[in-house]
C-alpha cells in the first residue's frame, strides 16, 4: 500500500490556519462514528457515546485519541455548536445590555451586573472557543511534524522546521522516515476497519 506523504500546510478558512490542498472521501467518518461524535460534542463521556453509537467506550476512546477521520469530525462539529450558540447569543445582545444597565442601577444587583460587564468585555473570565483541526491529513500532518520536533530535540538539530527535517531525512536517517510511514500506515489502517474497507 502506497504511503502518505505530510503535504506542505496553506491558509485556511475554517480557522485553523492550515488546511490540506485536497478533500478525500475515505476521511468521512461512518454512521457509528457520527453517533459517537454528536454525543461527545455535546459534553457526553466516552461510555455514553459509546451507548449512542452503539459501541464499546474503548471503541470511542480509540477513534477519539487514535483516528485523524474522527478527531476532525468532533473537532468540526464542536466548532460548529459553538458557533451556533455564539450566534444566538449574538442575538441577544441589545435585551441583555438593557437588563444589565439596570441591574447596575439596582445595589442588590449591582455587583452580580457588573460581573457580567466585566466578561463581556473580556476583562474577566473569557472562555476560548474549541480549536483543533478539522482535516484528516491535517492531523496526520500535525501528528508527523509533533514527532519530528521530538526527534530533532533528541538530536538536538533545531536548525529547521519540522517538515523541511521531514522531508529531507538523510541516510543516517532511513528509522526516522520508517517511523513515518509506519505512523502514516497505523492511522490508513484504522480509518480502513472504521469504515469496514
Not at 454528536?38 to 457515546?49: C, H, I, T, V
Request: with cysteine; charged share 30%; aromatic share 4%.
Amino acid at each position: 500500500m502506497a504511503t502518505r506523504k505530510p503535504t506542505k500546510p496553506h491558509s485556511a478558512a475554517d480557522g485553523t490556519g492550515v488546511t490540506s490542498p485536497h478533500k478525500n472521501a475515505q476521511w468521512e467518518p461512518s454512521p457509528q462514528q457520527t453517533a459517537a461524535i454528536e454525543a461527545l460534542a455535546l459534553g457526553k463521556r466516552d461510555a455514553d457515546a459509546g451507548e449512542a453509537a452503539g459501541v464499546s467506550r474503548e471503541t470511542v476512546n480509540r477513534w477519539r485519541n487514535h483516528n485523524p477521520c474522527f478527531k476532525a469530525a468532533l473537532n468540526k462539529r464542536q466548532q460548529e455548536l459553538w458557533s451556533d450558540g455564539h450566534n444566538r447569543l449574538r442575538g441577544l445582545v441589545g435585551k441583555a445590555v438593557e437588563k444589565l444597565e439596570s441591574a447596575l442601577d439596582d445595589p442588590a444587583t449591582a455587583l452580580p451586573a457588573a460581573v457580567h460587564v466585566l466578561k463581556a468585555t473580556k476583562i474577566f473570565g473569557e472562555v476560548a472557543p474549541p480549536s483543533g483541526a478539522t482535516d484528516p491529513e491535517l492531523i496526520l500532518q500535525l501528528e508527523a511534524e509533533t514527532w519530528a520536533r521530538e526527534e530533532m530535540k533528541r538530536r538536538k538539530e533545531w536548525k529547521v522546521p519540522p517538515a523541511v527535517f521531514l522531508s529531507h531525512l538523510d541516510d543516517e536517517t532511513v528509522f526516522n522516515q520508517k517511523r513515518l510511514d509506519e505512523l502514516t500506515e497505523e492511522r490508513l489502517a484504522i480509518l480502513k476497519e472504521a469504515h469496514g474497507m
